[in-house]
């Protein structure tokens, strides 16, 4: 069956610190990776997207690196602060635009 | 254009009764999205309209709820009959058809209640 997994704990870090977050996903063969943000009783909001051929993206303290091998997904937060405490969703499609959620990690920044 | 808006925000209802949501979607998005939501999940995918023509539905959506996207534009998602089992955060989504795979912006959700 299909599977998207992310870590299922909750993640606590120090603030400055670099949060990494994984998606790993089973029987998918995704055209791209997408990853949201999600704030308590909100929709969640885009962040980042990768396709299939890219191996890494960035944006300002955001990383997504994708390795299409090894059906994972890396989701880096450098320089952590407390604003980034939220819930992170990993999302693909293997084809269309209707997407497939994890059930998210929870990112706690503490000061 | 102040982003993808849905309602209601809240809805409580008995068992049995009949609901209906409202999504608006960014204005100049043709792709539109529904979502359901419980807690500690993530959203699982219900249906996809592109301008008015529903493209994909998920074996999820039983027979109980029927989604419409008249000209294009809003969208309602009815449930009927509705069961405790249906409780849970319904999220709307829109997008550009331009530049691919393009990512969807999320309305605020509708939180049912089913009593």
């Known amino acids: 069956s299909q599977k998207i997994e992310q870590n299922s704990e909750a993640l606590n870090i120090q603030e400055g610190k670099t949060a990494t977050l994984t998606c790993n996903y089973t029987?998918?063969?995704?055209?791209?990776l997408q990853w949201y943000r999600q704030d308590p009783g909100r929709g969640p909001v885009f962040l980042l997207l990768?396709?299939?051929?890219?191996k890494e993206k960035r944006k300002e303290r955001l990383k997504v690196t994708f390795d299409t091998t090894l059906k994972q997904s890396l989701f880096h937060i450098t320089a952590s602060q407390p604003a980034d405490s939220a819930t992170y969703l990993c999302?693909?499609?293997?084809?269309?635009?209707?997407?497939?959620f994890g059930k998210g990690t929870s990112l706690l920044v503490t000061p | 254009d102040t982003g993808v808006s849905q309602n209601p925000r809240h809805k409580i209802t008995k068992r049995g009764q009949n609901v209906t949501f409202r999504c608006d979607p960014i204005?100049?998005?043709?792709?539109l999205y529904w979502y359901r939501q419980t807690l500690g999940q993530g959203p699982e995918f219900l249906t996809y309209?592109?301008?008015?023509?529903?493209?994909?539905k998920s074996r999820l959506l039983s027979d109980r709820f029927s989604a419409e996207r008249p000209k294009g534009s809003f969208s309602t998602l009815e449930i009927q009959r509705t069961e405790q089992g249906d409780s849970a955060m319904y999220l709307c989504a829109s997008s550009s058809e331009s530049g691919g795979y393009n990512e969807q912006f999320f309305g605020p959700g509708t939180r049912l209640t089913v009593l």
């Open positions: 309209f592109q301008n008015e023509a529903q493209l994909e």
């Open positions: 204005s100049e998005h043709n792709r």
């Open positions: 999302a693909l499609a293997n084809s269309g635009y209707a997407l497939n």
């Open positions: 029987n998918y063969s995704p055209a791209y």
């Open positions: 990768i396709r299939e051929n890219e």
